[in-house]
């Protein structure tokens, strides 16, 4: 419906549906122009449709009408297009109306629903916190940096170390899944790190990967039916007595910048896991550290983020060009950066 007035009630324009809409008000006319020129009619009309009219700006006010046919709900959005005159365009939401007792409380039942599983997740978030290490374990590594910003509150990738005496264990491991299901994963490998480095003392990185793997396949059996879940992993052992840094990996790559030079040492081509058909033989590789070294672990969450003009994933590249751009600021500005 369309109509166009001045901003003391006098109508130029009206369209057929408005007609149409007016005569279900029970309105008898000849001429709806000449009958907004009546004096009786005019601030009746005007009043129903535009009690509220604009100053300067756009606004949608809605109505309610009873007409021969029952009550009808119109919603009017009127806007100032001269300093004298107005243009309101209505368009009927009786039907909206009809049905909004019930949408408001399927809202109450969906928010009440949604503060129930968000207040859940935060509860599981506390839980799985408490499962990461202290990032105080770090100390013997002078400057680092940790960048952990959960997707779905809880995460599917998780970070781990480990310190012994003579070794200090780091690793990013990146379970499938995100939010729950993720967060569930993340807990069965925290224990299996813990179960076969901590406990079993293992000191080999690809020994201890394929002990992960053998592991988390057994653990991951039901009913005689393995469940397809892994994660990929980049885990380093740096021994504190000969700074000797050994790394093996599943589909996670270890950044080695030495002397300003970048080593990109790749992983293997497979994740920990039941996935049927490969074959995985995980490999150390091995580094001698000088002080002025420094090296990075990270999953695919940091280069699948998407952002820029075009809204595209950052991308290993990217990221890799980054850390050379970086590389000579302190790591706890790099990770500001």
């Not at 122009?33 to 009690?51: A, D, G, H, V």
């Not at 909206?96 to 207040?119: G, H």
């Not at 899944?177 to 690809?206: D, F, S």
């Not at 003009?309 to 850390?323: E, Q, R």
Request: hydrophobic share 40%; net charge positive.
């Amino acid at each position: 419906m369309y109509i166009e007035l001045s901003n003391d009630g006098v109508i130029f324009e009206v369209n057929k549906e408005l007609e149409c809409y007016l005569e279900g008000l029970n309105l008898n006319y000849s001429n709806f122009i000449e009958l907004t020129k009546n004096k009786k009619y005019c601030p009746i009309i005007c009043q129903r449709f535009f009690n509220k009219l604009l100053k300067d700006k756009v606004e949608t006010v809605t109505y309610k009408y009873q007409t021969k046919n029952g009550t009808l709900w119109i919603e009017w959005i009127v806007c100032k297009i001269t300093e004298h005159k107005l243009v309101a365009i209505g368009k009927d939401v009786t039907c909206v109306k009809k049905f909004e007792p019930l949408i408001k409380a399927q809202n109450k039942i969906l928010k009440l629903q949604n503060k129930n599983m968000l207040d859940s997740l935060k509860y599981a978030q506390g839980i799985q916190n408490s499962l990461l290490p202290n990032r105080s374990s770090l100390k013997t590594i002078s400057d680092n940096f940790i960048i952990f910003q959960p997707k779905d509150i809880v995460s599917g990738d998780f970070y781990w170390f480990h310190q012994s005496k003579d070794f200090l264990f780091v690793a990013s491991i990146d379970c499938t899944g995100h939010g729950v299901p993720g967060a569930l994963m993340t807990v069965l490998a925290n224990t299996l790190l813990n179960e076969i480095i901590i406990h079993q003392n293992n000191t080999n990185p690809a020994d201890i990967l394929k002990v992960l793997d053998d592991q988390l396949c057994e653990a991951l059996k039901s009913n005689n039916r393995m469940i397809k879940d892994g994660l990929d992993i980049g885990l380093c052992m740096l021994n504190l007595v000969t700074k000797e840094l050994n790394f093996s990996g599943a589909f996670q790559n270890l950044i080695v910048l030495k002397n300003g030079v970048m080593k990109r040492i790749k992983g293997g081509r497979f994740p920990i896991g039941h996935y049927p058909y490969l074959i995985k033989r995980f490999i150390n590789h091995s580094i001698q550290l000088e002080s002025s070294n420094r090296f990075y672990l990270f999953s695919d969450g940091y280069q699948y983020q998407f952002g820029g003009a075009n809204d595209k994933k950052i991308g290993t590249k990217k990221i890799l060009s980054l850390i050379q751009y970086i590389q000579e600021i302190p790591l706890q500005q790099q990770k500001k950066f």
